[in-house]
């Protein structure tokens, strides 16, 4: 059904008015019911990640309610408004990383959150998930694309500035997500092909610049972890291996639902944040992995598919990098857990235990929903 | 919109979707590799994993069976386990180790040891979660104290473990011996799965002898552990079969008699029954706690115990080799006989002295004036050593040899007492073997009287003994008397092989024996002081044994000094004559003369045996069981 749909909208007339109940009130019927199958499918393996707890789920449960909300609500918004606001958000967003970096409060020798007295405490980086990326979108939009090397230049200091904050509390995996918004957004713009050749030129020389200057003890400990597991099998490798264990015991057909022995026996570890892919990957096999992948695919598709349909430049950029990030996520989670890449604090999208990320992704659903079904007759 | 720029939205848009495009097929591989990935862990190395998944989740725990109890002949127990706690740490539930560490020294007394065996095991490599021992033993008041602080300690346990103890402590150590840990060398002899659960093992006497009987087998069980190392539940067991309860013939009550009339003196002494060769008391004094040894001595005490002058540590009653004195001559009163040597009417006259040749040493008499005429039979009696002095060169090194070594000497005669010193019979052959020189008829006078080269325990002595309350009829002495719940107790103890010492005259056995009972009953008897007043006949012999050296740089007190040169004083016996229920020798360190300090204590000994308890089994026995172990 969603597959059809998909299939059926792309020849349509982008620049048709969505009609129907659905795009009164904002909502992408095929997005939505992704969503609701893919965190669906969380709960039930959040139960089991967290050993039975019915707690757990129910905490879970109202923040994903909450996720909704905000969802709604972002949707109403109309891509214009983003777009307005877009450089005072960004603004904003950056004075509180600063003010992180002064009088943040945190745990275990990070600083990620800011306790403003008559507000709820927040993660400014959170923020800047969405901020960066309509920043961005904002300045390469005013002007004709592609953009010229000057402006490429001045987006992507827009992009660093604030990667560079996060890094400092310190939290590589945000500011990797964050990082990524930003420079996806450039590459959508239509950078030449020689510089994005460039840009790998450059991370490659600044990975080493990056281990010797940037990284921290423990980040340096995670990557060589990954190099080697078992030269550490006590201490950081311990995680690696354990989680691969789960993964690889499940086999096709996994051990099925609460049966997971690497789980419930607590030798993963975060078996309900980071590492819950592990949970799914021990009890429901190779086929839960594809049935996940496939739901995750499929909502990816469908937002690029929203991105290409977007009517003004400014809301296909913020969409497509929107997408792309949603994707990073799933990479970098599924990567770390199943030993690819080394670990960093990067939850299974929309499946992890935790509000943080789940509200600010159903925001940016909310900003690609408000995309898709405002529509204007004559292009902007 | 910025101003004066044209902006191409068609070109836009399809700039951006070719981008798409891009992205779509960068996204599409990415996917790949991850789906790859994961079809590379779950379905290619599956195999693998799941065996490390199992192998973490199940482990195969020993279950250490539960040691044997050790009851005497009435049922009194002598060696029980008792549960005793330690503690133990799981460093990574413990939030700051040095605090707790504090805390804990605030609770317990953990000394520099502990510390340091800990110490050196959270430096070794290790499981997560593993539990590491801190100290064991704690008294009633520390478990008390750890109940009322553990919820502010989290990460530290109180383990309990069954422990060896020994009611009766310092009378028994000698006689039973004890269990302490296994120790480096002991690993590479045991069976390392039968052990695997356990912690202690026999190391001497009793506890050693039947360590296999006792210990029993080791049982298991699979269980599924959490990553804490915490049982969670038991997928197969497979029950220990606990060690065997023994019964030994020995008695406590004897026991304790044997240590009250000990007491303050150093010495021991040994009971047999000579039907059974059941060994009814074994005890040498000073004796030591051997509960201390369990689960480990400080180096303090230990130090203490071993160089104390009164040696506690050493078992006088098994090791302690002694020349036998005069307590031999009944031995060479029968080799003499039966090698028609002499007879029991030949008569000689001692004038106090011997001589091998008329211009040659003097060899004195206890008696500086002379016994006069004697015979065998009131040589016996009055211990004459001149008599004895003429028939050790008469029968000759050889022949001597013989006999003693048919009565248990020189051997270890023992059937299951561990540790027991063969003592010392001359031979040609061991004189030329150990000092280079041919044996000359001095030595043949010396060893007459049981002096020069001779020496024996006073276990020997006891068996010794024993065989001459049987007319020549051995039974090898043994502690184990039955295995509860088994029919027979002949699986369990060594082959008793030893052959019987016949006579060509088996009369000469009551002659020699009479000569005997004249020691105690005689009007002129060395023991008839000991033998006075007695409501049943008892034979015996008295001794004493000379003390040679003492190490000149060793000081001590005067009053020490003459203490401890003083003779030895022995005596063998057994009663009643014609039919002997208990054979016993003594030996009181410096005790004197053998007639005037120890042969009362074996009256006492006889006394409490035939009169106070024969007939009366354990009821009446403070501390007894209840009933009898089966």
Known sequence: ?380 | MPWGEFKDTAAERRLFQRRTLVVLIVLLVLMAVLIARMYQLQVIQHETFSTISDKNRVQVQSVAPTRGLVYDRNGVLLAENRPVFGVTIVPERVENLEETLADLQAILSISDEDLARFERRLDEPRRPFQELPLRYDLTEKEIASMAVHRHRLPGVEVDAELVRSYPHAEMTAHALGYVSRINRSELQRIDPVNYAGTNYIGKSGVERFYEKLLHGSVGYQHVETNARGRTLRVLERQKPVPGEDIRLHLDMRLQTRAFELLEGRRGAVVAIEPETGGVLALASVPGFDANLFVTGIGVEAYRELNESLDKPLFNRALRGQYPPGSTIKPMFGIAGLDSNTTTREREIWDPGYYKLNPRGRRYRDWKRSGHGWVNLDSAIAESCDIYFYDLAVEMGVDVMHDYLTRFGFGRDASLDVTGASEGLVPSRDWKRGTKDEPWYPGDSVNMGIGQGYNLATPFQLATATAVMANRGRWARPRLLMDVIGRDTVHDFLPEDNYEDIVLDNPDDWNFIIQGMRNVMHGSSGTARAAGRDATYEMAGKTGTAQVFSLAEDEEYEEEDVRERLRDHALFIGFAPVDNPKIAVAVIVENGGSGSGTAAPIARKMFDAWLLEMSGQPASVVAGALAGEPQ
């Open chain 1, 1 to 380: 059904m969603a597959a059809r749909d998909f299939l059926d909208q792309r020849s349509a007339n982008p620049l048709s008015v969505p009609k129907g109940p659905w795009s009164l009130i904002h909502v992408d019927p095929i997005l939505l019911v992704l969503l609701i199958a893919l965190m669906s499918f969380g709960l039930v393996v959040l139960y089991s990640g967290g050993d039975g707890s019915i707690e757990m789920v129910q905490a879970q449960g109202i923040r994903i309610g909450v996720a909704f909300v905000v969802m709604l609500i972002f949707a109403q918004l109309d891509p214009l408004v983003y777009r307005r606001w877009a450089p005072w958000l960004y603004l904003v967003g950056l004075c509180a990383l600063v003010a992180v970096l002064l009088v943040g409060v945190g745990a275990k020798g990070a600083q990620r959150w800011l306790a403003l007295p008559g507000l709820p405490r927040f993660q400014p980086s959170e923020l800047m998930k969405l901020a960066v990326p309509m920043m961005a979108a904002w300045y390469l939009s005013r002007h004709y694309l592609p953009p010229r090397l000057s402006r490429v230049a001045i987006a992507l200091l827009l992009v660093f500035l604030p990667m560079g904050l996060i890094i400092q509390q310190p939290d590589l995996g945000t500011s990797l997500l964050v990082g990524t918004a930003g420079v996806f957004v450039v590459f959508f713009a239509g950078i030449s092909w020689r510089i994005v050749g460039a840009f790998f030129v450059m991370i490659s020389v600044a990975a080493p610049l990056l281990w010797f200057f940037v990284m921290r003890d423990y980040q340096k400990q995670r990557v060589l972890t990954l190099l080697d597991p078992e030269s550490d099998p006590l201490g950081a490798g311990w995680n690696i291996m354990q989680s691969k264990t789960a993964i690889g015991s499940g086999g096709w057909n996994g051990k099925g639902w609460m049966q997971g022995t690497q789980s419930h026996l607590e030798f993963l570890p975060e078996s309900h944040t980071d590492f819950i892919v592990a949970v799914l990957a021990e009890e429901f096999g190779f086929v839960g992995i594809l049935c996940l992948m496939a739901l995750y695919l499929l909502i990816i598709l469908r937002c690029l598919y929203i991105a290409a349909n977007a009517q003004d430049s400014f809301s296909r950029l913020l969409a497509g990098a929107l997408s792309m990030t949603f994707f990073i996520y799933v990479f970098v989670n599924v990567g770390m857990v199943s030993g690819l890449m080394p670990i960093v604090g990067v939850p299974l999208p929309l499946i992890s235990y935790g509000g943080t990320s789940i509200v600010t992704l159903m925001a940016a659903f909310g900003v690609l929903m408000s995309i898709h079904t405002h529509r204007r007759m004559i292009s902007a």
